[in-house]
């Protein structure tokens, strides 16, 4: 099982900065990609941004605003966050794809309990 914990999320100011964090621990014999999520209050699940081998992918909603960047030889990921916007408002939650183990080529998915980000006008 791979286990995934963020951090960093809180209240800021419209304008402001958040960095989110994400480490991933377990058994990990090879992380594939990882990525953000995010859920506000009524509203589905939707992709924030993701990152697989380099190669980083943002929601247009984000673009410019959003970096995503990972630390390989740690299985961390980090957010981060600049220009927020009251509609930034959500629970972000930290996804991986991953093989667990050298004895099969199977990839799972895994997800953090999230962490709530709320920007205020």
């Known amino acids: 099982q791979v286990q995934l914990v963020e951090s960093g999320g809180g209240l800021v100011q419209a304008g402001g900065s958040l960095r989110l964090s994400c480490a991933a621990s377990?058994?990990?014999?090879?992380?594939?990609?990882m990525g953000w999520f995010r859920q506000a209050p009524g509203k589905q699940r939707d992709l924030v941004a993701t990152?697989?081998?380099?190669?980083?992918n943002y929601a247009d909603s984000v673009k410019g605003r959003f970096t995503v960047s990972r630390d390989n030889a740690k299985n961390t990921m980090n957010l981060t966050m600049n220009s927020l916007k009251p509609e930034d408002t959500a629970v972000y939650y930290c996804?991986?794809?991953?093989?667990?183990?050298?004895?099969?080529?199977?990839?799972?998915?895994?997800w953090g309990q999230g962490t709530q980000v709320t920007v205020s006008s």
């Open positions: 996804y991986c794809s991953a093989i667990p183990s050298s004895d099969s080529q199977l990839v799972y998915g895994y």
């Open positions: 377990g058994s990990i014999f090879r992380l594939l990609t």
């Open positions: 990152i697989t081998e380099g190669t980083t």
